[in-house]
């Protein structure tokens, strides 16, 4: 009897080890799908009223909704929203919401999450958002699915606004002073990710939202593994170890493209590159005041070779650039006239200084105004674009060679706007922006009440203030385009900023694991809307072990008769083995 069990065990142990396989395949097919999407840029906050950064309103996208989006030809369509209608004097709008939709903690969504959101994003004036609503005089709500916006004037840019909103039942218990500094730690959105965890300096991780009024989203979870520099993370896109990679570096286009199972995007965007002027006049400010002189940033713009630092620096992934509304907003962006366009030309760098009264008084090789003082500049760079650090070395080398000095210092995304806001400390900075479909908030980037907020340079124009405003309450579309046209001359004019280049947006995917991506705006990632993560979806059935389990399956089913001859086999084997030993016989030799 003890021989028969041993003789069943044996049976059953290579049995199990023969057919473990298939039950392990259906267990895997079950573990859920995770896109990794690196990234070199970590948000700054999870709330909308304190977040500047591209990558929060990344995640603001997926969280939160907002009553208005835009598909993917940039026109607006409901996303909370159902339908609305504006009156015949453009005053009053009125916003009919979706009925079913519930927060992430299952709380109802109703108007008074829009009206919560709406008022105090307003009466805050802070973050990226604020500037959106300017206009509003009051929200109504008749009931739980109707809102009444009115506005003092015709408000253009209405179908515009993607502010988040936000669930009053969890905010509403922030007393309004502390907004400034509460961190939204877990954030409850409506979106079609729910928020899991953000470890600092390493990763955020997101969850689908599986009831999502759009649709459960196919991507299971999303991670956003954070990455000290391009190159670390190129090289994870390349074994496998993430999915998809967001602002590749210019001179990794050609290597990347090459790799099997890549696709590489290298497109016109809405984002562009800076040198940001200080254009403080007060008299706290940290700037060199020099800087407050036209001459000298004019002089500055035809001495950089812009087409060179865009070969040279970003591999030639963009195209010279000349105002603050690039050239894909085309309903918007102003072709300056030829005595507005700088194009490089030292000579007239030269000349513009000489007449200025700037010229080198010792023989070092750098202009001093008439008391003396040198053209000496700090020139700050972020070290973890390699590109722009380059950019920064070339435009030193460039200004030097017309009599200007620049003191190159790189540091991080975090010190450089620290000292930004820190009473304008610094002189000249490279950065850049990326704009909203509407020109509204771009061009309040240079306002004088964004001083404090939006504003980097710390520049102040009356006209431009006035355009500013009137454009957003100009209904007439051929109107508002003048007056939009002519605010990019003002600047052109004065120089807050240089605009440096227009640039590609330079991003990779890989194309065994997921299936469906398609560019919005010329990229994946980082767009107007959020279309990838809701419709990509699984290149093969994934399994834990990344395994493609049709195949699996399919293999199983196929040789699941190899499995039953080779236990047969050795079973056949152990039974000769037995019968022989009764025999006498103990070696397979002898056999």
């Known amino acids: 009897m003890k021989k028969g069990i041993s003789f069943l065990c044996i049976i059953s142990i290579i049995l199990f080890m023969f057919f473990s396989p298939l039950v392990n395949n259906r267990a895997e097919a079950s573990s859920p799908s995770s896109l990794r999407v690196g990234w070199t840029t970590e948000p700054d906050s999870l709330s909308p009223f304190i977040s500047n950064r591209v990558s929060t309103f990344e995640l603001h996208l997926l969280i939160y909704d907002s009553l208005v989006a835009f598909d993917n030809h940039l026109k607006p369509e409901g996303r909370l929203a159902e339908s609305w209608n504006v009156s015949d004097d453009n005053l009053t709008w009125t916003f009919k919401l979706k009925k079913g939709v519930k927060w992430h903690d299952g709380v109802p969504f109703t108007s008074q999450d829009v009206k919560y959101s709406y008022e105090t994003l307003l009466k805050a004036e802070m973050g990226m958002y604020s500037d959106f609503l300017k206009g509003i005089t009051s929200i109504e709500t008749p009931d739980d699915y109707t809102v009444v916006i009115k506005t003092d004037k015709p408000k253009a840019n209405m179908l515009y606004v993607t502010a988040p909103i936000l669930p009053k039942h969890i905010w509403e218990k922030v007393k309004f002073d502390d907004l400034k500094t509460w961190p939204n730690e877990k954030p409850i959105g409506t979106g079609a990710f729910k928020f899991?965890?953000?470890?600092?300096?390493?990763?955020?991780?997101?969850?689908?939202?599986?009831?999502?009024f759009l649709g459960t989203p196919k991507v299971n979870e999303l991670i956003?593994?954070?990455?000290?520099?391009?190159?670390?993370?190129?090289?994870?896109?390349?074994?496998?170890?993430?999915?998809?990679?967001?602002?590749?570096?210019?001179n990794q286009v050609k290597l990347l493209g090459a790799e099997k199972n890549m696709k590489v995007l290298s497109n016109p965007t809405n984002s562009f590159t800076n040198i940001g002027i200080n254009s403080s006049k007060d008299k706290a400010s940290k700037g060199n005041p020099l800087l407050l002189n036209t001459s000298i940033k004019q002089a500055m713009e035809y001495a950089?070779?812009?087409?060179?630092?865009?070969?040279?620096?970003?591999?030639?992934?963009?195209?010279?650039?000349?105002?603050?509304?690039?050239?894909?907003?085309?309903?918007w962006h102003n072709e300056l006239s030829a005595d507005k366009v700088r194009s490089f030309d030292a000579n007239k760098a030269k000349a513009i200084l000489d007449d200025a009264g700037f010229k080198d008084q010792n023989g070092d090789g750098i202009r001093e105004d008439k008391n003396g003082k040198p053209l000496e500049f700090r020139l700050y760079t972020r070290s973890k674009s390699a590109e722009e650090v380059k950019a920064g070395q070339m435009v030193h080398s460039m200004l030097n060679d017309v009599g200007i000095e620049t003191k190159v210092e790189t540091m991080d995304d975090g010190v450089l706007g620290d000292k930004i806001a820190d009473?304008?400390?610094?002189?000249?900075?490279?950065?850049?922006?990326?704009?909203?479909?509407?020109?509204?908030?771009?061009?309040?980037?240079?306002?004088?009440?964004?001083?404090?907020n939006l504003s980097e340079t710390y520049y102040s124009n009356s006209k431009y203030d006035e355009l500013l405003a009137e454009q957003a309450t100009t209904i007439d579309f051929k109107k508002r385009q003048s007056m939009v046209y002519e605010m990019q001359d003002i600047l052109a004019e004065d120089l807050p900023y240089i605009i440096l280049m227009e640039e590609n947006a330079i991003q990779a995917v890989r194309t065994d694991k997921w299936k469906g991506w398609t560019p919005v705006q010329g990229a994946y990632f980082m767009t107007a809307n959020n279309?990838?993560?809701?419709?990509?979806?699984?290149?093969?059935?994934?399994?834990?072990?990344?395994?493609?389990?049709?195949?699996?399956?399919?293999?199983?089913?196929n040789s699941w008769w190899i499995y039953v001859a080779i236990a047969v086999a050795i079973i056949v084997l152990i039974l000769v083995v037995k019968a022989r030993k009764r025999n006498g016989i103990d070696r397979f030799d002898d056999m």
């Open 224 to 250: 956003y593994p954070l990455y000290a520099n391009n190159d670390t993370m190129v090289q994870s896109l390349k074994i496998g170890e993430i999915d998809a990679a967001i602002n590749i570096n210019a």
């Open 196 to 212: 899991v965890e953000w470890k600092k300096g390493e990763y955020v991780k997101l969850e689908a939202n599986k009831d999502y």
């Open 304 to 331: 950089i070779d812009k087409q060179k630092i865009i070969d040279v620096a970003y591999s030639g992934q963009g195209k010279a650039g000349t105002t603050i509304v690039p050239t894909f907003l085309k309903d």
């Open 423 to 452: 009473k304008g400390n610094y002189d000249l900075f490279i950065w850049g922006w990326t704009t909203d479909i509407d020109p509204t908030t771009i061009l309040s980037i240079v306002s004088t009440d964004q001083i404090g």
């Open 531 to 557: 279309y990838n993560y809701l419709h990509v979806e699984p290149a093969v059935k994934e399994t834990a072990s990344g395994k493609d389990t049709n195949k699996n399956n399919e293999n199983s089913s």
